[in-house]
């Protein structure tokens, strides 16, 4: 069973930005009950992802490319409540991959941190523009901030 | 948006096997909302398939590949209620494919035939094994099948 292994935080400050490469998402929901069924639109890729519920900083997730033009109808006709539009930046530190997504629309302001790993004990070394860890925090997942936006929130503690 | 195109009735008797070749499928559902995400494993292959709502008897349709191993897991552990065991049969007729399922498990005695069109007024002829249309009775929607079997009913009506 193929796991995604991932912790996720707040950034503190904007130092992440130097070096990153950028890339515009934007995605939507087909289910969010026991199973999450994600639609991603990544550039000129797309992506059918479907995700088991969290044990632990692990969940089962099986990913395949799809055509973008299935991506974009299924985006717009299938899809529940408010796509999730961000950029997601990529930046190597210390020899791991960190994904820094800068939402737009409703969640604007929010900006979060992710690195995936290989086994849930790992220990890393964390960048110094990196705050809080978030990874337990179910309002940070995807499927809740295309319910539940956190912009203004994310504001207001800035 | 790739269409499916698709009309369905019961079978009155049991002509339709002279010449079927058949297939053994499982299959399950991640999702029943406005979009129908289904799992199924069929014979050595499998995919994942994201269904719309009808409208009269087409809707839109996704279809993908996937590794087997990934069908089988996500089937038992992410799909809700109860798995749709069935043989799915195939049969030519009139240079259409008609696709006759007889159920198992909690659908036992059940057996229904499918023929996917080209357009929705396609005209088609009839193989005189057919039996009462289907096409826009809910209940015998696969999705609902796996939720309210209908075995002791389709024997009572046997």
Redesign the interface.
């Known amino acids: 069973?193929?796991l995604e292994i991932e912790r996720k935080f707040l950034v503190r400050d904007d130092r992440w930005r130097d070096g990153a490469t950028s890339e515009r998402y934007c995605q939507g929901y087909?289910?969010k009950?026991?199973?999450t069924?994600r639609v991603r639109r990544a550039g000129d890729r797309a992506y059918?992802t479907?995700k088991?519920e969290p044990d632990g900083i692990s969940r089962?997730e099986?990913e395949?490319e799809?055509p973008v033009d299935?991506a974009q109808?299924?985006l717009h006709?299938?899809?529940?409540g408010p796509l999730i539009e961000k950029t997601r930046h990529e930046i190597r530190h210390d020899g791991l991959l960190w994904q820094v997504d800068e939402f737009a629309g409703a969640n604007s302001g929010l900006i979060v941190a992710e690195v995936e790993l290989s086994h849930p004990d790992q220990a890393i070394s964390l960048p110094e523009w990196i705050g809080e860890e978030v990874t337990d925090d179910p309002r940070y997942y995807n499927s809740a901030l295309a319910t539940n936006p956190m912009g203004s929130e994310a504001e207001r503690s800035a």
Chains 1, 2 share one sequence.
């Open positions: 069973m193929p087909l289910s009950g026991k199973a069924v059918l479907v088991g089962p099986y395949y799809i299935h109808s299924m006709a299938l899809c529940d």
